[in-house]
């Protein structure tokens, strides 16, 4: 089994099992339940750059939301060895050397990890479309097919927090606010963690989704379908 992760998969191969079991996980998903029923991963990805066609993952982090707690004794963490170990200004910023990464295991190894760790869970991030799209590539290449995991973009959900503070709900959006992580946080009191860690940012964009979360349930919305449609802030990916 090892060996097999480890290979490539052809575009003609059948999904690995992974992939077959996540599909019918969320075959039938149900978005009317109320939100403390479902669980939720708050991932973040480190990248050498932003270029799905060139950049690479170097690593991923991730915490897990039960009962809208965050789970400290579940989490996630894991640098991964990419094709190019020497430093980049990616991963200057992200203050990973390249000894670090040359002694990684490689995504072949740690995205099936992932995908377990993930299992039947809601994905939380913040701009989870970039995350939820390096890891989609890799999935396809490694695992023959992409995640079916619903996600949620606390981007999304705090522009439409902005919105209904302003009582414009159907307006234009104000693009002159910084709805970067950090100024976020910062904006609401929440606590501080180290940037450009993949596990920190995730346990910060954990604090900012549940906040989020707890004013979106004082305006009435209790439900996962009552969030989508608030604030449009997620979709269900093909």
């Given at each position: 089994?090892?060996?097999d ?11 690995h099992p992974?992939?077959t079991?996540?599909r019918e996980?969320f075959?039938?998903f149900?978005?009317?339940?109320p939100?403390?029923d ?5 991932c973040?990805?480190e990248l050498?750059g932003?270029d799905l066609?060139?950049?690479e ?9 039960r009962?809208?707690?965050i789970d400290?004794?579940a989490?996630?963490h ?10 980049t200004?990616a991963t200057l ?6 000894q670090q ?5 490689p995504?072949?190894e740690?995205?099936p990890?992932f995908?377990?760790?993930a ?5 939380v ?7 939820m799209?390096?890891l989609?590539k ?5 695992l ?5 995991n619903p996600?949620?973009?606390t981007i999304?959900?705090a ?9 414009h709900?159907?307006g234009?959006?104000d ?6 992580l ?9 606590p ?7 596990l ?35 979709s269900?990916?093909s």
């Amino acid at each position: 089994m090892m060996l097999d992760l480890l290979k490539p998969r052809s575009w003609f191969a059948p999904p690995h099992p992974l992939i077959t079991k996540n599909r019918e996980i969320f075959a039938h998903f149900d978005q009317s339940r109320p939100l403390t029923d479902y669980t939720f991963v708050v991932c973040d990805t480190e990248l050498t750059g932003f270029d799905l066609k060139r950049d690479e993952i170097i690593s991923i982090g991730a915490i897990v939301i039960r009962d809208l707690q965050i789970d400290l004794g579940a989490t996630f963490h894991q640098y991964i060895r990419p094709k190019n170990t020497t430093h980049t200004q990616a991963t200057l910023i992200h203050r990973i050397t390249p000894q670090q990464l040359a002694e990684a295991p490689p995504l072949e190894e740690v995205l099936p990890a992932f995908v377990e760790f993930a299992g039947n869970s809601l994905m939380v991030g913040h701009c989870v479309a970039l995350d939820m799209g390096f890891l989609n590539k890799a999935a396809r290449k490694i695992l023959g097919g992409t995640l079916s995991n619903p996600g949620i973009d606390t981007i999304r959900m705090a522009r439409g927090y902005r919105r209904a503070l302003s009582g414009h709900f159907h307006g234009e959006e104000d693009w002159s606010h910084n709805y970067s992580l950090g100024a976020l946080s910062k904006e609401y009191n929440l606590p501080a963690f180290k940037p450009h860690d993949a596990l920190e940012d995730a346990m910060q964009t954990a604090y900012l989704f549940l906040f989020l979360l707890k004013k979106f349930r004082k305006g009435g919305l209790l439900t996962l379908k009552d969030i989508y449609q608030a604030g449009r802030v997620g979709s269900l990916w093909s």
